[in-house]
């Protein structure tokens, strides 16, 4: 059985652009899309998993300290690029978290660093 292509929930504070770089066959919407902007990520991230989403992608590196990461509902990819986060900056890590996710990372955090 072929797994089902990503699903991937994009946080407020990565450019909302960032979405029109993944492959055509991965679903990428972002939090304030949803209606979810302003949502706590643990809360964020409850909604996104009874939503089907796969992944949730962002530049927050507090995130790690935030969460419990044993008790994940979906996946976190936190992407490590040049402090000004710009979107030419994230785009060249977009095939990294295809790979990382297509590698059934489950329920954990995986960071997606910056070449």
Same mark, same amino acid.
């Given at each position: 059985m072929t797994p089902l292509p990503p699903k991937l929930l994009?946080? #407020?504070?990565?450019?909302?652009?960032l979405a029109a770089s993944f492959p055509y066959n991965v679903e990428v919407t *972002?939090?304030?899309?949803?209606?979810?902007?302003g949502l #706590?990520?643990?809360e964020l991230l409850q909604c996104a998993a009874d939503?089907?989403?796969t992944a949730?992608? *962002?530049i927050d590196r507090?995130?790690?300290s935030q969460q419990n990461l044993g008790r994940l509902p979906i996946a976190?990819?936190?992407?490590e690029a040049p402090p000004n986060n710009l979107l030419?900056?994230?785009?060249?890590?977009?095939?990294?978290?295809?790979?990382?996710l297509r590698s059934n990372l489950g329920k954990t955090l995986v960071k997606v660093r910056a070449a």
């Open positions: 994009l946080d #407020e504070c990565v450019p909302r652009k *972002t939090a304030p899309k949803m209606g979810w902007g #706590e990520n643990g939503h089907g989403f949730f992608i *962002t507090n995130i790690r976190i990819v936190l992407l030419e900056d994230l785009q060249p890590l977009v095939p990294k978290v295809v790979s990382a």
